[in-house]
């Protein structure tokens, strides 16, 4: 019975994220959201230093919660809580990071840090 409810509960997720995907969907305005942006991305930290012009990054969104999975090997920032400054613009809450986030259904503006880490993207959809 268990399997059963948690397979559900996936389902019903999964409909939801599905139906989120829409170009014409802004993440302002739904608590559930997934959807590609491309265009440049970098990372930068002690380590590495990585650039990259025609990057993407995935971005899911389950209430207040953004997740942001970058391609090229750059790290996912994930778990980033936000308020809502605007309609599309997203300020950090919390000691967790500092930044400013620009989302709408057509463009991806990141400057974020946590922890000596830096992650940039400008990129649409």
């Known amino acids: 019975m268990k399997l059963m409810l948690k ?12 139906t989120s995907c829409s170009k014409d969907t802004d993440p302002a305005d739904v608590d559930v959201f997934a959807g590609t942006f491309r265009g440049s991305v970098a990372y930068r930290d002690a380590e590495k230093n990585i650039t990259q012009d025609n990057g993407s990054v995935f971005v899911t969104k389950v209430n207040a919660r953004y997740n942001f ?38 463009k991806l503006v990141i400057g974020f840090t946590r922890n000596g880490r830096t992650w940039t993207a400008d990129c649409g959809r």
């Open 7 to 18: 397979s559900l509960a996936v389902l019903l997720f999964s409909a939801f994220v599905m």
């Open 69 to 106: 999975r970058f391609s090229d090997g750059i790290p996912d920032l994930t778990g980033v809580e936000f308020s809502k400054k605007d309609d599309n613009t997203l300020i950090s809450t919390g000691s967790d990071g500092t930044g400013l986030i620009t989302i709408n259904k057509d």
